[in-house]
Structure formats: structure tokens, C-alpha cells
């Protein structure tokens, strides 16, 4: 049996985004050379509000590209089904230009190794900047988020969810815990 707690309801995504795209806007003083490029999948649909709201504050929306990091994955052997491969679409040049790279949540940073490695091999961007919903913690690879919604550190046999209305969800994140029979 598992518990679940929201963590963030769908105001509270909406004010961290709108942080997370102020805080983009002035470290790179403007969205002038910035691209978004969100993981597949939460981290689309964060890379699109974020271009959003960047439009809104600034009047100019990043463009937004899609990542699968799917082959570049280093648990491919150890995974008991075969991952379905879908679509990078990337519609624009990386070349000197600022990648903020958009996940919904940041764990051991395995993901981000695999979209480092592949967005590497697809241009090669004067910066790449990281930014994430939730960083949870529980690193094996020396990766941190520039810009981050919400820490939450967490067990680790917790699992954070992070649900989206592009996905057919209502907006939250939920940590789940497993209940141990006394």
C-alpha cells in the first residue's frame, strides 16, 4: 500500500514556473540567444510554459525543442522491456546559442548525463543551463540545476510524480510512500 502527499497543487507549478523563467531572463540578461529544450516527456511540457511565460514577460518566446534521450540511456541492458524510441526535434540551430535544457524532476542525474551527451552530438551551444521542477536529490553523477522549482528531498524508496495537464492530469506533484505492514 502507498501514501500519497501533494506536494505542489497547480498554483504552486504555475508560481515556480513563473520564478524559474525570471530567473532565466536575468541571469542571461534577457531571452535574446536563449533556446528551450525540454526531455521528453514532463520536460516538454515545462519547456513550453516556460517559453510562455518568457513571452509574456519579455514580449519574445524562445523556441522550444524535444529531446529523447532513450538511446543514450546507460540502464538500456538492464531494463526488462525494450524502450520505445520517439521523436528529438530540435527546429533550430544550437550553434552559440543558450540551452536551457527543462526536466520535470532531478534524481541521480542520469537523464540529464543522457541529454547532455545528446544534445552534444546535435550542435554545440555556448552554454547549457539546466532547470527542473523538483530536484529530489539522491545524486550519483556530479549534475546540479541552475534553476529549480522546488527541492524536495526525499527516501529513497519514495517516488515523486509529477502530473501535468498536457498528459490528460489534473497539475500537481505527488510523493508516494510505501506503507510497511506493522
Do not use: C, W
Not at 497543487?9 to 504555475?14: C, K, Q
Not at 531571452?31 to 517559453?51: F, H, P, W
Not at 523556441?63 to 520517439?86: F, H, K, Q
Not at 501535468?164 to 505492514?181: P, T
Amino acid at each position: 500500500m502507498a501514501v500519497e502527499h501533494v506536494i505542489l497543487n497547480s498554483n504552486e507549478i504555475s508560481r515556480a514556473l513563473t520564478r524559474i523563467a525570471h530567473e532565466v531572463l536575468e541571469r542571461n540578461k534577457g531571452a535574446k540567444d536563449i533556446v528551450l529544450v525540454g526531455i521528453r516527456t514532463g520536460g516538454v511540457y515545462l519547456a513550453q510554459r516556460l517559453s510562455r511565460r518568457i513571452e509574456k514577460i519579455e514580449g519574445d518566446a524562445p523556441p522550444v525543442g524535444v529531446l529523447d534521450i532513450t538511446l543514450y540511456r546507460d540502464d538500456l541492458d538492464t531494463r526488462s522491456a525494450t524502450p520505445a524510441l520517439e521523436t528529438t526535434d530540435i527546429p533550430f540551430d544550437m550553434t552559440d546559442r543558450r540551452v536551457v535544457l527543462v526536466d520535470d524532476v532531478l534524481y541521480t542525474g542520469r537523464t540529464i548525463r543522457a541529454a547532455l551527451d545528446s544534445l552534444i552530438d546535435l550542435g554545440r551551444p555556448k552554454e547549457i543551463q539546466l532547470a527542473v521542477l523538483i530536484d529530489r536529490g539522491h545524486r550519483e553523477l556530479p549534475i546540479r540545476a541552475d534553476y529549480v522549482g522546488k527541492n524536495l528531498p526525499t527516501a529513497f524508496d519514495e517516488k515523486v510524480l509529477v502530473l501535468l495537464e498536457e498528459a490528460g492530469e489534473e497539475d500537481r506533484v505527488i510523493l508516494k510512500r510505501a506503507v510497511r505492514d506493522a
